[in-house]
């Protein structure tokens, strides 16, 4: 093959492989997530649903239609309104052959009403308002199912990055003991060295601990990157890498309790949410309050009724439902009054209101808690991720000099195996400090209303 073609295959080869491995960072999985995830885009229907609420109470001003046609049966009829078809002078008697039908006719009969609303004491105002209050509502569970995912996707993202620094560590570190179990053998077999056969099962337990943990460390890698998979869209069969090389520390947020506070009650959508649940429940209590009115309307009226085998009676007095025709403009009052259940409705609407506003003042107390119980937790895990980065790094060269020693033949297998439990306890520490560290920090911004 040409040199061209062999570089054409490498570069294919590397631009499929590039394709199988996607390497993402936070940012990147964040934004993923909030695209992909099918909780927000449900959230988001539920407020094309409330928005169409809107449009129902508003549409009940406009004109209404009400039509009714239909093809029947008749009784025929012929020959007019008395016996013998006419009426003489003294022989006037009027047809009572009613129940006789001389046959049968079609009936076409077609009614239509059309109605204008004018005026309704405020129901379709009040209506619309409390459905364009719930869409704010809606509006404020599709922010918090966004924060909720930003939360999540934080969560599998950090805890990847604990559990793979945790397994390579304690990889490192059962490397370092197995290759003090093959010396110590070696010594125990050659007669060399003050060497017991405690110090040979002192280190064979503390590899077997390593292992232990090892396999619980990879578990947490796996669970994590398929979270991590999950939620970006990727599947689970998918080739996914974290871009971090390993787990750090969030740089420490502007920590001015007051101005965050403050930014909570602004930013929250909980708030909004409260908010926008009291205007609903203020125009409900309206509408139910105005359900006990009137609806003033205008309109027209009309009905066609026709039987083709029926003789037409046409005197103004006497009304024939098989032969009829009319239509006429309507103004009028229609008004359906229960009164018992009207005043239940207000009232069960004024509970509910003074339900709401119960949980908003609450609300507005436990929204700035939240934020300084967060406030407090990131202070504390800061200044905690700092001293177990010295306590890391002390118990790294602690373990490093007892195997040094140990080499040496100056330290006994059950100190190594102390010392090496010591760093494996101090750094996981470490990692776990530092994952909960970047949480808090995580959920602080989430307290503010930041991750919505």
Known sequence: MSRGGLAFVFLLTASLGAARADSIDLDQAVARALDHDPRIEEMEHLVEAARTLVDEAQAHGDWNIDANAFLGMAPGVKGGFFENGGCAPGACTVRSDRYDPDGFSLWTYFKLSLIKPLYTFGKIENYADAARASVDVKRGDVRLRRGETVLEVKRAYYGYLAARDARLLLDDVRGRVDGAISQVEEWLSDGERDIRQSDLFALQAGSALIGKYLAQAAALENIALDGLRVLTGAGLGAELEVADRGLSARALP???????????????????????????????????????????????????????????????????????????????????????????????????????????????????????????????????????????RAARRWMISSFADFEAGMEKGDKVVGALQGYVLAHTDYLRTVFDYNMHVAQLLNATGENQ
Do not use: C
């Not at 039987?307 to 009319?326: A, T």
């Not at 005043?343 to 908003?360: D, F, G, H, P, Y």
């Open 254 to 392: 502007e920590l001015n309790l007051d101005e965050l506070q403050l930014r909570a009650r602004a930013n929250r959508p909980e708030m909004a949410q409260v908010e926008a649940g009291l205007r609903a429940r203020r125009a409900l209590v309206a509408a139910n309050k105005a359900n006990g009115r009137p609806n003033v309307y205008a309109g027209a009226a009309g009905v066609l009724s026709f039987s083709p085998n029926r003789d037409r009676l046409d005197n103004p007095y006497i009304s024939d439902p098989f032969n009829d025709v009319g239509l006429s403009p309507v103004l009028g009052i229609q008004w359906d009054w229960t009164g018992g259940v009207q005043t239940a409705q207000v009232a069960r609407a004024e509970a509910e209101l003074n339900a709401m506003i119960a949980k908003s003042a609450f609300a507005r107390e436990g929204i700035p808690f939240q934020v300084a119980e967060q406030y407090h937790q990131v202070r504390a895990h800061h200044e905690a991720v700092a001293k177990l980065a010295e306590a890391s």
